[in-house]
Structure formats: structure tokens, C-alpha cells
């Protein structure tokens, strides 16, 4: 999408604002922990040692970035093609379908690697299928795509809890959930790759799917910057009218681009379902498709800010699961209060600062310019 102010240095576009803002976010959370009767530099020792001091805090600060890194990467597709896809959510969810029917169909007859697979097609698909009704909406009758993201996100919860409770459910369970799948159906933990930097990933949920969100990622900077349907998104998102003008049919970049994005929001749900929880359940999605949101505003919608990005909020998950335990005035409210400030400062007030920066960067080209006249 277009900027709203002037152009600035690629360092400062992707570098300096988002650190502004993380830095003020982090700042007022300080406040915050100061009001609660605690020491904020404690706070942040623990939440930077709980996310990053064992190698079981980094397997799960990683398991955590997972779903960020494919839900930010979905928001982020649609962004780039001007349309605001915040159903990540509920495309996660009914993923989720996809990923189960595969594990609970082959988890005892094929491999994990074949139903990995398996899962992964199955998971893109049905993403990539609810987010198409909101997409043909916006394409053909002029629905506003966020609106229909958001009412699709109340069906998929629905959705999922009648097909937890009679489809997936086990005769005589009480439970909303599936049977745990059998060996075929669990995707093996990165232990190895932890291992490599000395490091014991213990009891993490930590698992390939880490590797497939890298994958993805790699692929999206392809398309959008390396592939002709990646220019024909981008030019979309600047200006619909000029797309129109250089032959661009509007309507088929809308409908693809929403299949891309909610196919990547579907293969989120291979990391809990397979990777973790080893069936089917309620809330595995855990609010990781809104999320992605602020993920992708941080990264600047590029693949490598916005694994950074997700790095970021892995972090603050994880750690702040620390601070919750070791400090007994902040409650897992309180943690979920600063979390939402940096969603806040990244995501609705990343322009706040961006004035300041671009008046700074016009009055030090000024000041170049001038001492460049002079010595001429």
C-alpha cells in the first residue's frame, strides 16, 4: 500500500520507525509495571531471560513466532494489494479442518512426513476456500473486505465447535476435541537444530513447522518482489486506477491474492494441531490471526520484518509468562495490557512518530544541500 507521508531511507523505513515505536511502547509498559508496585528493569531481565535464557524459553518463544510469521505474513499479502484481510483468524480456524482430517485419516497408515504433506495442502486449501467468499464479496459485489473478514471469523468459531462436537469428537467424550492422532500425525521437534547451538529444548513444542513459516516467507518475497502477479499486487495497492490503466483485470488480482493470503493463514494451524497439542481442540488459534496485524504493520508487510517481528512477540508471550510467575503483582491481565500497547504503538499508531522522522530527515537534506551550495 501507499505511504501516507514522504519517502524515506529504506533504513529508516524499516528499521528506525518501528524501533520508535517499540521503544515508546515499551516505555509506557514500564509505567505500567511502576504502577503495579514492581521494577520495570526487573521485568524486562525476566521477560528478555524467560524468552531467550534456556533453550526451552527459546523453543517456545520460536513455537509462538510460528503462528505469527504465517499470520503476519497473510495480512501482509493482502496489504500489499490494498486490501485489509483481518479474517486471518478465522481462516486459521477452518484451516484447521484441513489439518485434522488429514492427520486423523492417515496418522496410523503413512509416515509424518507424507502427512505433513498432506496437512499442509489440506490446511491451504480450506484457508484459501473462506477467504475466497469475502473476496469475490469485495470483487464482484463491492462488500468491504473487512467487514466480511470479521463476520467470517464469527462463523468460523462456530464452525469449528460444531464440527469438534460432531465430527471430530470420539464416541462417549465429553471433551470438544479430537482423538490424539497417532504417531503419523505428529510433526517430530526441532531438538536437533537447538542442539547445534549447545542448547536443550526440553519440553517446547518447538517443531519443523518453524521451517515450512521460513519457507513461506522466502516464497512470498518471491512472489511480491520477483514475480509478475507480485507486481500486478503491488501496482493494485498503490493505485486501482492505474492497475486499471496498465491492463491489470482488478477483480482476478483480488480473488488471488485473498487465495494466497488465507492459504497462508490456513498452514497456521499445523503448528498447534500437529505440532503440539496433537489433535483437534478449541482456541488453538489463540488470537495469533490478530496478532499478525500488528505483526505485519512492524515488519513493514516485508517477509523479513516480519519474521523479526514475530520473533518480537514470541518474546513477549513467552517472557511475559515469566513475569506473570515471578513477580505476584502483575497478572496475566497486566501482560496482556502490555502486549496490547506495542499491538498498539505497531499497529494503529505506527504513523504517530513518522512526522517527526520525515521533518528531521527534510531539515538534514536542508542543511546537506546548503553546505554543498556554500563549497560550490
Not at 108 to 118: D, G, H, I, Q, R
Not at 162 to 171: E, G, I, Q, R, T
Not at 213 to 218: E, I, Q, R, S, V
Not at 326 to 350: T, Y
Request: net charge neutral; charged share 10%; proline share 4%.
Amino acid at each position: 500500500m501507499s505511504a501516507p507521508f514522504a519517502k524515506l531511507p529504506n533504513w529508516a523505513e524499516y528499521g528506525l520507525i518501528p524501533v520508535i515505536n517499540l521503544v515508546v511502547a515499551f516505555l509506557i509498559s514500564g509505567l505500567v509495571v511502576v504502577f503495579a508496585g514492581e521494577n520495570p528493569f526487573k521485568a524486562a531481565y525476566l521477560m528478555v531471560s524467560g524468552a531467550f535464557g534456556s533453550g526451552e524459553g527459546i523453543g517456545y518463544t520460536l513455537y509462538y513466532a510460528t503462528n505469527f510469521i504465517f499470520a503476519g505474513l497473510a495480512v501482509a499479502v493482502a496489504f500489499h494489494a490494498g486490501l485489509f484481510n483481518i479474517g486471518v483468524e478465522g481462516q486459521a480456524y477452518v484451516g484447521g479442518i484441513g489439518v485434522a482430517a488429514a492427520a486423523l485419516a492417515f496418522d496410523a497408515t503413512l509416515p509424518w512426513y507424507l502427512v505433513f504433506m498432506l496437512a499442509v495442502i489440506g490446511g491451504a486449501i480450506m484457508g484459501a476456500l473462506w477467504a475466497l467468499i469475502p473476496a469475490w464479496l469485495q470483487a464482484y459485489r463491492g462488500s468491504h473486505i473487512v467487514i466480511t473478514t470479521i463476520m467470517f471469523n464469527y462463523i468460523s468459531y462456530n464452525l469449528m465447535l460444531w464440527m469438534l462436537n460432531n465430527v471430530y469428537k470420539p464416541l462417549g467424550s465429553m471433551a470438544p476435541q479430537s482423538r490424539t492422532f497417532g504417531p503419523g500425525g505428529e510433526v517430530p521437534k526441532l531438538d536437533w537444530l537447538l542442539a547445534i547451538f549447545g542448547l536443550d529444548n526440553r519440553n517446547s513444542p518447538f517443531n519443523l513447522t518453524f521451517l515450512l513459516a521460513l519457507l513461506a516467507a522466502f516464497l512470498v518475497w518471491v512472489l511480491i518482489w520477483r514475480s509478475r502477479l507480485g507486481y500486478e499486487i503491488r501496482t493494485l495497492g498503490f493505485s486501482s486506477g492505474a492497475a486499471r490503466y496498465a491492463g491489470i483485470y482488478e477483480k482476478r488480482i483480488i480473488i488471488i491474492t485473498m487465495l494466497i493470503s488465507g492459504g497462508l493463514a490456513g498452514l497456521l494451524a499445523i503448528n498447534s494441531i500437529m505440532g503440539d497439542q496433537h489433535r483437534i481442540q478449541q482456541e488453538f488459534v489463540s488470537g495469533a490471526g490478530f496478532v499478525g496485524i500488528a505483526v505485519a504493520l512492524m515488519g513493514r508487510s516485508h517477509p523479513i520484518g516480519i519474521v523479526l517481528a514475530s520473533v518480537l512477540f514470541g518474546m513477549l508471550y513467552q517472557g511475559g509468562a515469566e513475569i506473570a510467575f515471578d513477580m505476584p503483582n502483575i497478572s496475566r491481565d497486566m501482560i496482556v495490557v502490555i502486549q496490547g500497547l506495542v499491538i498498539l504503538f505497531a499497529g494503529a499508531l505506527e504513523h504517530l512518530f513518522r512526522p517527526w522522522v520525515v521533518e528531521a530527515f527534510a531539515r538534514a537534506r536542508s542543511r546537506t544541500t546548503a553546505t554543498i551550495v556554500e563549497r560550490a
